[in-house]
């Protein structure tokens, strides 16, 4: 069963803010937000994660809703570099770090 | 240093070939993964080591055979592979191997099984 929900593809100008949202509706208590993300034909890279509280560090900032059932990924000022699939996944406190990877965002970045 | 290497990059194997992939950290990491990507889909969890000791194992064909002989590496043995075992393998370390870890990939070993 896929837990998270993110749109297919979005574009993004250069310079601009790209706002990349996620839904995970049936989220629990002890359950992470995570994001990675994976330029083509590279490894998936790690860009950032919460549990309840908002966070923010050099690549993104990550906005949880209150109710937690939904996320948005902001990338401040989208560069050509940042084209890649935007993986949004939930995973939970008390088991293996098992990263379960749903079908991602498609996010062009245009000139 | 957060850098996870993986050889070879590329590989081209026969059905009836035996080859390794191997992965390499030393972030001091105790935790180490193997991912499969088949193309335009999404990595899926294969294996996870934890203290070189097999934890997870998703019910992968045993004609993946993993291995972690240290903590700092670790290899995927392949052997009578088919056509559709194709694709981008991972690997990817974390501390421990709990949740809440970040996980660092590698950038992957391409496989072309004939």
């Known amino acids: 069963d896929a837990k998270t929900t993110q749109p297919p593809s979005m574009d993004c100008a250069e310079g601009r803010a790209a706002n990349l949202p996620c839904n995970h509706s049936t989220i629990s208590g002890n359950e992470y937000v995570y994001w990675y993300r994976q330029i083509h034909s590279q490894g998936p890279q790690y860009i950032i994660h919460g549990l309840k509280n908002n966070e923010t560090n050099e690549m993104a900032s990550l906005i949880i809703t209150e109710d937690r059932k939904s996320s948005t990924l902001i990338l401040p000022h989208a560069t050509l570099r940042d084209t890649a699939v935007y993986y949004c996944?939930?995973?939970?406190?008390?088991?293996?770090?098992?990263?379960?990877f749903g079908a991602g965002t498609q996010v062009v970045v245009t000139p | 240093d957060t850098e996870v290497t993986q050889t070879p990059k590329h590989l081209v194997m026969g059905m009836t070939n035996k080859k390794s992939l191997k992965c390499e950290q030393h972030m001091g990491h105790r935790a180490m993964y193997w991912y499969k990507q088949k193309a335009k889909k999404p990595p899926e969890l294969m294996f996870v080591y934890s203290y070189e000791k097999l934890s997870i194992n998703e019910s992968v064909p045993s004609r993946f055979s993993p291995e972690c002989p240290n903590s700092s590496l670790l290899n995927l043995h392949l052997h009578a592979l088919q056509p559709e075992d194709s694709a981008l393998y991972l690997c990817?370390?974390?501390?421990?191997?709990?949740?809440?870890?970040?996980?660092?990939f590698g950038p992957g070993t391409r496989l072309l099984v004939l």
């Open positions: 996944i939930v995973m939970t406190t008390d088991s293996w770090g098992k990263l379960q």
């Open positions: 990817a370390s974390s501390i421990s191997g709990g949740a809440g870890e970040t996980q660092y």
